[in-house]
């Protein structure tokens, strides 16, 4: 397999991040692919740097409300095939899903929904996840490789979090939530950076902003790399770029690669 840096960053609005240096960063670190969530603008609204962007490939999927949700991924190889959403009308209409085949893998850009605005949303986002943990038993099933990358709304477990004991009845903590992660490797998944640093602690994503809780590293890991179990021997590495600045998530990442 090549060998290849995959990145993931909820940018929390891409106008927003490329004033904070967003293009600069990328051109300094030069990763393979960047998959970026939160993008909070369709591609009509983004300047031709942001569409255009030397040396890679721009593919964009966007909610239908203008300045809310939306993913996109940067590619220095074009996949063999790229596809907005993935069939389910309520939820390809919130922008949350772009899926690229590489042919050595399939990589899935997911957005998942925030459950912390109140009980519909929370029964959104629950139903989101059934829906895609289906979908993945069915690749699975086909001996798909897959990768899962994105801002996953949910930290898995105690190590995950700052404050365990304080959010267990905060939504992205919650047992239900947790444990749909715990199937969600059960259905034949690997969490790529516990694979490679299972007891490091202090490390987090995302930060309240309004607390200014980043000064303080009290976060949660809420954003992930997954690979199916079949990819499992070629991740050489995986990890997180706390030192990132421009959002109130940071950058994830693993290596790829024979």
């Not at 063999?80 to 590489?102: N, P, Q, T």
């Not at 190590?159 to 047992?175: C, H, M, Q, V, Y």
């Not at 303080?216 to 021997?233: A, H, P, Q, T």
């Amino acid at each position: 397999m090549k060998k290849r840096t995959l990145i993931s960053w909820n940018v929390n609005g891409l106008r927003a991040v490329e004033k904070k240096g967003f293009l600069d960063w990328l051109e300094e670190d030069k990763p393979n692919i960047i998959c970026l969530q939160e993008t909070k603008a369709h591609p009509d609204q983004l300047p031709e740097h942001l569409r255009v962007v030397p040396g890679y490939q721009s593919h964009f999927c966007a909610a239908e409300r203008r300045g809310y949700s939306g993913v996109a991924i940067y590619s220095k190889d074009q996949p063999a095939s790229i596809v907005c959403g993935m069939g389910e009308k309520k939820f390809d209409e919130e922008g949350r899903v772009l899926v690229a085949d590489y042919e050595d893998f399939v990589l899935y850009n997911i957005y998942f929904p925030n459950g912390g605005s109140g009980a519909e949303r929370l029964t959104f986002k629950m139903e989101f996840y059934e829906w895609f943990l289906r979908k993945m038993r069915a690749e699975i099933k086909k001996g798909k490789k897959i990768v899962v990358c994105g801002d996953v709304n949910t930290a898995h477990r105690e190590i995950d979090i700052a404050r365990p004991k304080e959010n267990t009845k905060t939504s992205g903590f919650l047992s239900e939530e947790r444990a749909w992660v715990d199937r969600f490797l059960e259905a034949g998944f690997v969490d790529t950076f516990r694979l490679k640093h299972a007891d490091r602690t202090g490390q987090y994503t995302w930060w309240d902003m309004k607390s200014r809780a980043r000064e303080r590293n009290i976060g949660w890991r809420i954003d992930y790399f997954f690979v199916s179990e079949n990819l499992k021997r070629y991740l050489q590495d995986a990890f997180i770029l706390q030192d990132v600045m421009g959002s109130d998530h940071c950058p994830v990442g693993i290596i790829l690669g024979s």
